[in-house]
């Protein structure tokens, strides 16, 4: 079993013994991971009913801090090629090991802006309201480093499954040439995707704009969404609604389309999607995207991934398109 590549933004000597990092005034001991054959809670089970072997990968949860108490959601189990639905129904186990990640005291290694963070420790648990399919919510206390202190949405995976490596954590504010290229892309595939043109032009259809670092990329990265008679949150949308995500990456030339989801809520359903956060959560090298996704009535998550023709949707719930 791969473990995962953890950073935060504080730079430790090389060597074995114990290194002391502090947490909002709690010291926190970080030991070199001891050998072991499997981390805790990652196993293989046999489904007594259908027979198929259910192999447990870490799971990976998004969530929204507020002070020092944050409240997560599972979007779902990090298998090597993507994201896959958790729990699945045909494991019974699941419900145990959720059960078991869930109860209080676990620990969970925090990320945000892929990096490292600090940590959530479980106070409680819940099903998660507002969310399509049947989702567990983990809530608890989250301590963070001082560079991070500002970081309000964050992403988490087991902290029994992930490696103690460290690095820098930084945010990038977006800056004029990358709002601007968000409105040429948006301005350049609108037409493309058949779509009308906003009424009182692009700036006013942006609603939401981030600009970010991804692992082994040169240059920012920068994601907008762009709505007609919508809103980014979970609500019925006007008769003429739609929703476009779009994706740029610096260049030698400036920022070019990288990737684009256009949807038409009048034919196929709200679905608007929303920068979340990045994170090489499956130990490739390479970032991953998560963006949160709002529906007429429940809201969902997906997932951009890197391929050799560019980023592919490589995965998201049920409830949203196939």
Sequence with gaps: MRKHLLVVAVILTAGT?????????IQVALRS?????????VGVETSAT???????????????????RGRFVVVGEVHPDALRPFPDPRFADDADRIAELAAPG????????????????????????????????????????????????????????????????????????QRVATLAIAGDAIPRYGARWPELGTLDARDHLQAFQLRN??????????????????????????????LGHQGDAGYAEAYSWYHDAATDGKAAPRYFDHLDWDGDGADEI??????NDQRWFAALSRAEDGWVRSYQDSCGDA
């Design 217 to 246: 990329t040169p240059g920012e990265s920068v994601a907008a969404t762009f709505l007609i008679d919508d809103q980014l949150e979970i609500g019925a949308p006007g008769q003429r609604a739609y929703s476009l995500f779009v």
């Design 106 to 177: 676990t620990e969970w290694a925090v990320f945000s802006e892929g990096v490292r963070v600090g940590r959530l420790i479980v106070e409680s648990s819940r099903t998660a309201i507002g969310y399509c399919g049947s989702r567990t919510e983990i809530n608890g206390v989250v301590e963070l480093v001082a560079t991070a202190s500002d970081a309000e949405r964050l992403l988490a995976m087991p902290a029994s499954e992930v490696d103690q490596v460290y690095e820098e954590y930084r945010t990038i504010s977006h800056v004029y040439d």
């Design 290 to 295: 998560l963006l949160d996704v709002f529906g």
């Design 33 to 41: 991971p001891e050998p072991a054959a499997q981390p805790v809670g």
């Design 50 to 68: 259908t027979g198929l072997v259910n192999v447990h990968e870490p799971l990976l949860l998004a969530g929204v801090r507020d002070g020092a």
């Design 17 to 25: 013994g114990c290194d002391n990092v502090e947490f909002g005034g």
